[in-house]
């Protein structure tokens, strides 16, 4: 998955930093998981805020019982005040990128729902993204 996207990675400067190690495995679909990654991943990139180089983390945890995957970002990030229950919607688009669909996000959230997960979102304009993506074990 990775390696269809490396020239993005590559040509944005981007750092990547991974950490899984509070987890074994999860149990989940992984063409499901691989889109979530590459989605969550190149719009990490590509609303990335001019003039700082995108910096992405991304790793597990277990809060609780609950098996979480993190990814966060320094992009330029969206009021939650404005976008709130919309961000996962069909053809909603915040930004004025032009390879801005509104499409991204719906599918990342209908994969990880569709299979009884649950993802949120915090966010502040200017300071980044963090989506909790929780899988139902």
Wanted: charged share 20%; proline share 1%; hydrophobic share 40%.
């Amino acid at each position: 998955m990775i390696h269809s996207i490396n020239f993005l990675i590559q040509n944005s400067k981007a750092t990547i930093n991974v950490d899984f190690s509070e987890l074994q495995k999860i149990n989940f679909n992984r063409a499901y998981l691989e889109s979530i990654f590459l989605n969550l991943i190149t719009n990490s990139i590509k609303y990335a805020k001019p003039g700082r180089l995108p910096i992405i983390s991304v790793y597990s945890r277990k809060i609780n019982g609950i098996s979480q995957l993190v990814f966060s970002d320094n992009e330029i990030g969206f009021d939650m005040d404005i976008v709130k229950d919309k961000i996962f919607g069909l053809n909603q688009k915040f930004h004025n990128h032009i390879d801005s669909k509104g499409i991204g996000l719906y599918l990342v959230y209908n994969n990880i729902s569709s299979l009884g997960g649950n993802i949120t979102v915090e966010s502040k304009v200017n300071e980044g993204t963090k989506f909790i993506i929780s899988f139902k074990d």
